[in-house]
């Protein structure tokens, strides 16, 4: 069955969420957390930070913390990737949502400097993941989202946003704001 995996990235894990179906109304098939920072170091959760609202300036600790990042994200992305594939989905693509574009070292203030470096890597981190599995990786930013989706797709924002509160609510497992983001981003590409 054609399915398209969707992510919703934020520091240190992403919401995943697979979609299959027809495009006019798919179904999640499956979403779960996708861990990007391992949970036995906690720092690499921000590895940008020393401390509370203190950026982390030691060359050594942020190489190690973020080789970090991107081997257990590599490992937890590809892990998910070959579970969506062993289930019998062939995948058409990856969507990444992202809540900016920003360049950090554009950001003068220390603080909000480290969390868009630290956006920017686990960003990069989902993208490059994604690719490594062979699929193809779109990216959008999560304020044009819905606005895109819903040209994309041929309804209203509303209409979409309202489609999608339903799509995977379940009484068993959470469907808030980063699993629609996610499933929007997946539904695109389906």
């Not at 179904?27 to 170091?41: G, Q």
């Not at 360049?103 to 400097?113: F, Q």
Request: hydrophobic share 45%.
């Amino acid at each position: 069955m054609q399915a398209t995996i969707g992510f919703r990235v934020k520091s240190g894990w992403a919401a995943a969420v697979l979609l299959a179906g027809p495009t006019a109304m798919p179904r999640v098939s499956a979403h779960r957390v996708v861990e990007l920072s391992d949970p036995a170091v906690p720092a690499s959760r921000q590895p940008y930070h020393a401390g509370r609202g203190v950026g982390q300036t030691d060359p050594a600790t942020l190489q190690r913390l973020t080789a970090g990042v991107h081997r257990f994200a590599a490992q937890s992305i590809g892990e998910w990737v070959h579970s969506c594939r062993a289930a019998g989905y062939l995948l058409g693509g990856a969507g990444v949502v992202v809540g900016s574009e920003m360049d950090p070292e554009r950001i003068l203030n220390p603080h909000i400097r480290a969390h868009a470096a630290e956006g920017r890597l686990f960003r990069n981190v989902v993208e490059d993941g994604t690719r490594s599995c062979g699929l193809t990786c779109t990216t959008f930013v999560e304020r044009d989202l819905f606005a895109h989706a819903a040209a994309i797709l041929g309804r209203s924002e509303a209409s979409l946003k309202r489609d999608l509160a339903q799509l995977g609510r379940t009484p068993d497992r959470p469907w808030r704001q980063e699993q629609k983001a996610a499933a929007t981003a997946a539904w695109v590409l389906l």
